[in-house]
């Protein structure tokens, strides 16, 4: 079956570090890509998505290609922040599966001043 | 525009009871897909309603029911609670055309005693 696998947590970076975050998945057809973000206390948010391969999704400095060949989708940022601290979840959806994603497992991100 | 509204927040109950967790979605929101979070499995897929129809479930016992109503508001039942039911269940809402992109409400906290 499809399913997504992250690297583990927790990834502890100091401000202005350039973040990778890796991403991997085995899906049948074409998935959609998706990194959502989950701060402290609060639900999922979507951080950017990437719907075919060689796409580049990317949102408040962070980016990620849809790698087919290497069914990958790393999270990449040049220059974290503190307000950066977060949970990430790569995440998945099969082409006409609606609200069905599968998730990672997440990754918690602490930036340090 | 109103998000994603999860109602109790949080609650505490005891083995053997049952639980009733509501969301409401983005308006025009016809989509409604659940989603439980525990530090152990992750976030797992339970089920998507659509115009009241059930269109995707995930692998859970039947003790985890839904339905949506007319409105698009979504209710989910846990039926015999279970120590291991202890979680954050989300809810989230989308259109229903699937590209996956889902909103996500800040989630209902239960523990089970």
């Known amino acids: 079956g499809n399913s997504v696998t992250q690297m583990e947590g927790p990834v502890t970076l100091s401000e202005e570090a350039f973040l990778t975050i890796n991403c991997t998945y085995t899906a049948t057809g074409y998935p959609s890509l998706f990194w959502y973000v989950q701060y402290p206390g609060e639900g999922l948010q979507l951080l950017l998505k990437a719907t075919k391969a060689d796409d580049k999704g990317s949102n408040k400095g962070f980016e990620a290609t849809y790698r087919k060949e290497t069914t990958s989708f790393h999270l990449e940022k040049g220059s974290v922040q503190v307000s950066d601290s977060a949970v990430y979840f790569c995440a998945l959806s099969d082409y006409n599966q609606g609200g069905k994603l599968i998730f990672g497992q997440g990754t918690e991100l602490s930036v340090k001043p | 525009k109103a998000g994603v509204t999860q109602t109790p927040r949080y609650l505490i109950k005891t083995r053997g009871q049952q639980v009733t967790l509501s969301c409401s979605p983005i308006?025009?929101?016809?989509?409604v897909s659940w989603y439980q979070q525990t530090p152990g499995q992750g976030l797992q897929f339970l089920f998507e309603y659509f115009s009241e129809t059930q269109r995707n479930k995930g692998n859970f016992p039947g003790r985890f029911s839904g339905r949506q109503f007319s409105n698009s508001r979504s209710e989910m039942n846990v039926s015999t609670l279970e120590l291991g039911d202890s979680a954050l269940y989300l809810c989230?809402?989308?259109?229903?055309?699937?590209?996956?992109?889902?909103?996500f409400g800040e989630g209902s906290r239960l523990t089970v005693l």
């Open positions: 308006s025009g929101h016809r989509s």
């Open positions: 989230a809402s989308s259109t229903g055309q699937g590209t996956g992109e889902l909103f």
